[in-house]
């Protein structure tokens, strides 16, 4: 791809997947958890805690990166501590970045995740606990590995998800080659710039084929369920 | 090993109060769909919490409200479910040995060859649930439980989604476990004839009460016990004597001698009779030259009406039989409590194991 792409959309590129991945990887636990939660417990504030887990999805991407600025910015409470406390800085970094497309493909992965929770039988989980085993036990031996198509279909499909992310990460972390440029804010700068046309379209293929790519490896991976 | 259940409970309109207390080894929870039955395996498993109760399981309180509570992976009490729930992503193999390697104290390799061998699991261990038969299932389920050492063993209907056939693959396996381990078991069923076959107690629940309790060899053929639950038969156990020339097998047991079909059973090993209420045909006088090759002496114990027939309670040695005859007939002989009756039973109708 290196004759076909020019060292800076390589780099936008290259980027663009990193986000994604440790977007994707991040959220994966706490995603995990809260689809546990919402799956196998019947409490009271389960719909408050559905709608919330949902409102990255509904929400205009724009708004979320504002209220990422708010929280975690240099200003804001969590992000002016993070500072303070550990040098840890998201805004105008590609760490910012990967939070802002977590954010807002964490209800993806929470849904698919949810789903297969929802498919797979509880009664197995009840003979675990008969025959000894703890929760911790049953998370990696029985609960996890069933629904691991879902769970893995649910990370495809935010990786996917994630690579297109524009509203969020030029809100929060601004338009930075090579720290914050993703590949939708590449063919955004290229169509800012005179005749960027044919490196916009350069990369609008890219990003046809990837997500091509990964939305195909996700219906595969969510097909595959254990019966 | 003994076993103290109280629990109240309430679901929706349905109340469980029940409380008992047993010392069998293999005790039977008896009744009909909807009794209560799994509620209270659930709840001595630690599956369910009830609103108020007690157990205790070989003197080991598990449950006490609203104090204790001991969680089900802590009670070591191993539960054989209907619908099997074997773990799909697990071969054979893995399943069994998933409770076995959680166990404190784990079987050593000589008693897991035997089991595999009791269950007939060989063939099965490289296989997926997905690729067993539902009485295969039952096994590989029963072998997974039984691997885990558990303190006493649960089974809650764990022949109820088997066809006939299926289930009577499964239950000499049952009997065998019954028979030739000290495992103790609670086992639920709403079928008399795996109640009679595998229990020394019976505890019959209906509408979330206890009925009834007693052992398997005094209620089953009581006949003061109410109409219908249990089906009214004697059980017996008896000892294989000798396999005669002439194809019958010769059994002892506590009141006389009993003949059956061809067992196939070594001699001296013990084997469970059931002699159904209706089979036993009574004679005043002892009679000779008729083709039913069973004449017991005994005594009339008790003479219940019920309805159109009459259920007579008999004596016979230390064994209790009981007989469902019309009550023409009681008339006719003039039956009465404590006069010496025969109690002719046919060969082929003695209710026997495999």
Known sequence: ?227 | MSLEVALKHRLGDFVLDVAFATKGRVTALFGPSGAGKSRIIASVAGLMRPRQGRIVVGGRVLTETPRLFVPPEARRLAVVFQDSRLFPHMSVDDNLKFGWRRAAVKADAASIAHMIDLLGLEGLLHRYPRDLSGGEKARVALGRALLASPEMLLLDEPLASLDAARRDEILPYLERLARETALPMLYVSHQVDEVARLADEIVVIENGRVRLQGPVFELLADVDAPVGVPPLGAVLDAIIEEHQADGLTRLSFNGGVLFVPSLFRPDGAQVRVRLRAEDLMLAIEEPRAISANNVLSCSIAAIMPAGDHVDVQLRCGATRLVSRITGASAARLKLASGQPVYAVVKAVTVAREG
């Not at chain 1, 992965?109 to 036990?137: N, P, S, Y």
């Not at chain 1, 609960?143 to 994630?162: D, E, K, R, Y």
């Not at chain 1, 955004?188 to 890219?206: H, N, T």
């Open chain 1, 1 to 227: 791809m290196n004759g076909f792409l020019s060292p800076a959309e390589m780099t936008a590129l290259m980027l663009s997947l990193q986000v994604s991945a440790v977007a994707v990887a991040a959220a994966l636990p706490f995603a995990l958890l809260t689809a546990l939660l919402i799956a196998r417990h019947r409490f009271a504030g389960a719909g408050v805690v559905d709608a919330v887990v949902h409102l990255p999805l509904v929400l205009p991407p724009v708004a979320v990166g504002y209220l990422l600025l708010v929280v975690f910015g240099g200003r804001g409470p969590v992000g002016a501590w993070l500072w303070e406390a550990f040098g840890i800085r998201f805004v105008f970094s590609w760490t910012g970045a990967a939070l802002a497309s977590a954010l807002i493909t964490f209800p993806l992965q929470v849904r698919a995740i949810r789903l297969a929770l929802e498919a797979t039988d509880a009664g197995l989980g009840e003979a675990a606990r008969t025959l000894g085993a703890g929760w911790w036990d049953r998370l990696c031996n029985i609960t996890v590995p069933l629904a691991l198509p879902g769970i893995v279909s649910g990370a495809i499909t935010a990786f996917a998800a994630s690579l297109g992310e524009f509203g969020a990460i030029i809100t929060f972390v601004s338009n930075i080659p090579g720290e914050t440029q993703t590949l939708p804010l590449a063919i955004y700068a290229a169509l800012q710039s005179p005749g960027g046309e044919v490196v916009a379209a350069r990369l609008c293929a890219v990003s046809i084929m990837l997500a091509l790519v990964f939305v195909t490896a996700g219906n595969l991976a969510a097909r595959r369920l254990w019966r």
